[in-house]
């Protein structure tokens, strides 16, 4: 919290996705019950000062995808007076794999839904009706919705663990690769430390070089972190499992472990 405190008196809004999108992994509850005690403690210093108040965008929309030890908690269960400051969003299109399947929902202070009601009045763009029905239909079929997580769930951390493995006998071995094991959402962190190493005469200079030699030589894309703010060179990227099967991982692990081994 003593980290966090200082950026807060500036903030507008604070954004905070748990489990994460890209990291795939889930925040300590007793992290976040310091980070809402953070932001409860802010705004009572606002509501003195007679300034606007701090809100938090809470995405759980990975919030069904945790695995292992790893809980979901929600900020508000943690810290029950951040509930006028909390505006939590959440959608199928990742718990539920319905991707293009806009529909989602929000849970907030009613004031806050209410001028949220408003501006939507005037947007004229949203799911379809018969999306959005058809999801409640589903959301209210405990059985069916029940039957789905499971097998979802299952699939989703068999592929993570495959890739999670994969990586980490490599790293026993010797070659230089990290990753975080994963705990929800359907990401991989991965690090390789290439940069300054060569490869066939090319030198690795970035994480662009890097993701290009992956995509070139193993059939891989991933996504650098430096899509997600951070601005250093780390050799950090995210991997998704959102489109592939067990059988595309095993084949394309080998020629992963064949380019790194083949760095100098």
């Known amino acids: 919290l003593d980290d966090f405190r200082p950026h807060l008196h500036d903030a507008n809004l604070f954004c905070l996705c748990t489990p994460s999108n890209p990291t795939g992994t889930v925040m300590e509850p007793e992290v976040l019950r310091e980070l809402m005690l953070g932001v409860v403690e802010e705004n009572e210093r606002r509501a003195r000062a007679g300034k606007r108040l701090l809100f938090v965008l809470h995405d759980q929309v990975y919030a069904s995808l945790v695995f292992g030890e790893a809980r979901h908690v929600h900020p508000c269960a943690l810290v029950p007076q951040s509930a006028p400051y909390v505006i939590s969003l959440d959608a199928i299109s990742k718990s539920l794999a319905g991707t293009g399947v806009r529909v989602g929902w929000v849970l907030a202070a009613p004031a806050v839904v209410a001028r949220m009601r ?118 950090w990227f995210r991997l998704s499992v959102g489109a592939v099967s ?10 992963v472990k064949a380019l790194l081994e083949a760095v100098r």
Not at 140 to 163: C, H, I, W, Y
Not at 246 to 255: F, K, M, S, V
């Open 118 to 235: 408003d501006f939507l009045g005037h947007v004229g763009a949203w799911a379809p009706r018969a999306e959005q029905v058809a999801v409640a239909d589903f959301l209210g079929n405990p059985q069916a919705l029940s039957a789905f997580r499971r097998e979802m769930d299952t699939k989703v951390q068999v592929l993570l663990n495959a890739l999670y493995g994969g990586f980490m006998k490599m790293k026993q071995s010797g070659l230089p690769v990290d990753c975080v094991q994963p705990q929800g959402a359907i990401y991989l962190s991965l690090q390789l430390n290439l940069i300054g190493k060569s490869f066939e005469g090319r030198r690795i200079a970035s994480n662009a070089d890097i993701g290009q030699l992956l995509l070139e030589r193993a059939g891989m894309a991933v996504v650098p972190f430096q899509a997600f703010g951070l601005r250093e060179e780390s050799g």
């Open 246 to 255: 067990p059988a595309d991982i095993e084949t394309c692990l080998p020629r």
